[in-house]
């Protein structure tokens, strides 16, 4: 079955395009101009779409504000698309829930390459049956449960994406080995990842908010300057 892209933007010209390079590539697309329109669709309880390429400059609601609305109601894919160059806008941008970015001026193919990457990465559906890769991981103050994909901090359960738990997963599997951005990327986003380096530290930014960690003086995700990351807790001693 093809799956769906929802474009959002309100240059008529862009969606155009972008219709005609995605289509080519089998995929089905919706269009959107206004926020209100894309969110209506997005969240479409018959056929709700399988990724969203949402362009921030929108003219009733800026695009942050979309995807921050977009996140209370579902997990769907969303890729922002941006003229902004700041670097600010691309963190914030991620920060609440994108999966990637692109900036205008792009390439059509660029963007049908970040979208058939995005979409390679599985979303659980339910919880899935544990098995021998699903071992709860215990640290002092820190229980990851990949089987019921629970995380608890001190007590308390914390609420991560489902990007951000597999990134943590990855890190807390492994711990005092150092991951560059690039084998995080290989791990959490796929071989075939297309696009910055730097949505790793958004996402790990991300993480050490749910866990609150301490970016200054971490106890659990420390950061390799110049290399990546690692995760500092030592495992607690079940036996």
Not at 156 to 170: G, Q, Y
């Amino acid at each position: 079955m093809a799956r769906t892209v929802l474009v959002v933007d309100d240059e008529p010209q862009i969606r155009a395009v972008l219709r005609a390079y995605l289509q080519t590539e089998g995929f089905e697309v919706i269009e959107a101009a206004t926020g209100a329109e894309a969110l209506r669709l997005a969240t479409s309880a018959s056929a709700p779409p399988d990724l969203v390429l949402l362009d921030i400059g929108l003219p009733d609601l800026d695009g942050l504000e979309v995807l921050g609305l977009l996140r209370r109601q579902s997990e769907v894919y969303v890729i922002l698309v941006t003229a902004r160059v700041e670097e600010v806008d691309r963190i914030v941008g991620l920060s609440v829930g994108a999966d990637d970015y692109v900036t205008k001026p792009f390439s059509p193919r660029e963007v049908v390459a970040r979208v058939k990457s995005v979409l390679r990465r599985a979303r659980p559906a339910a919880a899935p049956v544990p098995d021998e890769q699903d071992a709860v991981l215990q640290f002092p103050g820190l229980t990851i449960d990949p089987g019921r994909r629970e995380i608890v901090v001190d007590g308390h359960a914390a609420d991560l994406s489902t990007l951000e738990f597999d990134l943590l997963v990855a890190l807390a599997s492994s711990p005092g080995r150092v991951f560059s951005r690039a084998q995080l990327l290989d791990r959490v986003w796929g071989y075939d990842f297309y696009g910055d380096e730097r949505v790793v530290d958004v996402h790990i930014a991300s993480v050490r908010r749910a866990l609150r960690d301490d970016a200054v003086a971490p106890r659990l995700i420390g950061t390799v300057r110049g290399v990546g990351y690692k995760f500092l807790a030592e495992p607690e001693d079940r036996s």
